[in-house]
């Protein structure tokens, strides 16, 4: 296992769970894409040098407090998948949501290039070449 790519991708989790877009932004690659669950319901994706901090704005305005939670890392070389928890309250409607989920970080010269969430477990190891 990198240790490497997996810090790298610890640094980033916990950049979002503390919303600071800055120290999410440095470790991408200038042109990375985060995708987060509702692109596949609203066409979003966040592109570009300014990526993590556009993605932190974004769930602060629907979430309170919504954070990941590691459970388990793995690395692929090219990627790190991330199993996980997602945690929060929905800023205008009060609902709660806790449940799992993954996130696949794809990596390329020592930076993220692509963060894509899960919130279907299979699909995340899928993406990667792996079954549950």
Known sequence: ???????????A????NRRNGPDFDALLASGAEIIPVRAAI??????GPGAGSQYCVAVDE???NLR????DI???GQWVLVLGHIRGRGRDSGAVIDVRGAWVANLHDGK?????TFSDRAAALKA???EE
């Open 128 to 130: 990667v070449g792996l």
């Open 13 to 16: 989790i916990d950049a979002f």
């Open 112 to 116: 993220i290039a692509r963060f894509q």
């Open 42 to 47: 609203e066409s979003v994706v966040y592109r």
């Open 1 to 11: 296992m990198s240790q490497e790519s997996v810090e790298l991708v610890r640094k």
């Open 74 to 76: 793995r690395d692929g």
């Open 68 to 71: 990941w939670e590691v459970e």
């Open 62 to 64: 629907r979430w309170e």
